[in-house]
């Protein structure tokens, strides 16, 4: 779920920087790994149908 949240923020034209605010060092290293995860587009078609994410919206 992080991968998805950080994802989706930073896939909005609007949006240069998301800052996660890592709690522990190692914590920054989950959060390099989410951000270059590989989510595929049938998760998102799956939250776009029952109105979730609006239908516009990216990625």
Request: aromatic share 6%; proline share 14%; glycine share 6%.
């Amino acid at each position: 779920m992080k991968a998805v949240g950080l994802q989706f923020a930073l896939a909005h034209p609007a949006v240069a920087a998301v800052i996660p605010g890592a709690s522990e060092p190692d914590r920054i290293g989950e959060d390099r790994a989410a951000l270059e995860a590989s989510i595929p587009a049938e998760f998102w078609s799956e939250l776009r149908q029952p109105g979730l994410v609006h239908p516009q919206a990216p990625p």
